[in-house]
């Protein structure tokens, strides 16, 4: 049992930037890694970003370049740094966990608008 809290998301405008947090608790010790999913209005939730408790990355190719996963074991906290942001990733952001089973966070809205 693992439990997620996001947070960070917001309203900017197009080339601004955000960073989003997530914090895991509960049964932090089966958490092999965390990512970062999105789901647009009437869209599939698709893969942001990931990051093993080893530090491996994999970005999805829309938004290589300009987002940067972090984490600090520690902490049990992964961040996902946006920069130069886009109308097109206006959705909601998830937080994912991989422990026995997937565990995912309330969501939190992210909006590029001018």
């Known amino acids: 049992q693992v439990q997620l809290v996001e947070s960070g998301g917001g309203l900017v405008q197009p080339g601004g930037s955000l960073r989003l947090s997530c914090t895991a608790s509960g049964s932090i010790f089966n958490i092999a890694a965390m990512g970062w999913y999105r789901q647009a209005p009437g869209k599939q939730r698709e893969l942001v970003a990931t990051?093993?408790?080893?530090?491996?990355?994999n970005y999805a190719d829309s938004i290589k370049g300009r987002f940067t996963i972090s984490r600090d074991n520690a902490k049990y906290t992964v961040y996902l740094q946006m920069n130069n942001l886009r109308p097109e990733d206006t959705a909601v952001y998830y937080c994912?966990?991989?422990?026995?089973?997937?565990?995912w966070g309330q969501g939190t809205q992210v909006t590029v608008s001018s």
């Open positions: 990051i093993t408790t080893g530090g491996m990355t």
């Open positions: 994912r966990a991989v422990g026995r089973i997937f565990y």
